[in-house]
């Protein structure tokens, strides 16, 4: 599955499209892969944030 293209003003079914993404993506994980891919996303998104945080 490709990768979804947002809409500039994020609308309702653009939280649909995300969550069907993701759920195409770890639907045939094991739990520790899922936890795994989670975690990691988690983790770049913290750093993310913290990095806007500091400017």
Same mark, same amino acid.
């Given at each position: 599955m490709e990768k979804p293209v947002l809409s500039p003003n994020f609308t309702i079914e653009d939280i649909h499209t995300l969550r069907e993404y993701n759920?195409? /993506?770890?639907?045939? /994980?094991? #739990?520790?892969?899922? /936890? #795994?891919?989670?975690?990691?996303r988690g983790r770049e998104v913290q750093k993310k944030l913290e990095k806007m945080k500091a400017l």
């Open positions: 759920y195409q /993506m770890i639907k045939h /994980m094991t #739990d520790e892969e899922r /936890m #795994d891919y989670c975690n990691k």
